[in-house]
């Protein structure tokens, strides 16, 4: 599976940003996919995850009420939304999949910038 994040570039705090992720192939109950994001001079971290039979939700803590992976998935695509983001949401944002981890990290997309503007 070949995971390619969309979306991201520059935008002004207090908005919102929705980056999608599309999979190379239809997903199966078992795959999780998840996202994971590094600010410059910080190590990655993860932000959330999404199991794709169950739809059971990770949110790491700073990423509760402003971060959401919606659960109406489609087939191989899922995305990340962020409301009322904030210039500490600045980062390179990856997408992730996998069976073995959780939030899963064996495949990775390419990554997105995300700039937030004050």
């Known amino acids: 599976v070949q995971l390619v994040e969309h979306g991201g570039g520059l935008v002004q705090a207090g908005g919102s940003l929705r980056l999608p992720c599309t999979a190379s192939?239809?997903?199966?109950?078992?795959?999780?996919m998840g996202w994971f994001r590094q600010a410059p001079g910080n190590e990655r971290e993860a932000v959330a995850g999404i199991s794709w039979g169950t739809g059971y939700t990770y949110y790491a803590d700073f990423a509760k009420g402003r971060f959401t992976i919606p659960r109406d998935r489609s087939e191989n695509t899922t995305d990340l939304r962020i409301g009322n983001i904030s210039p500490d949401a600045t980062a390179v944002y990856y997408c992730?999949?996998?069976?073995?981890?959780?939030?899963?990290?064996?495949?990775w997309g390419q990554g997105t910038q995300v700039t937030v503007s004050s």
């Open positions: 192939e239809r997903l199966y109950s078992r795959y999780a």
């Open positions: 992730t999949g996998g069976s073995r981890s959780w939030p899963p990290r064996e495949t």
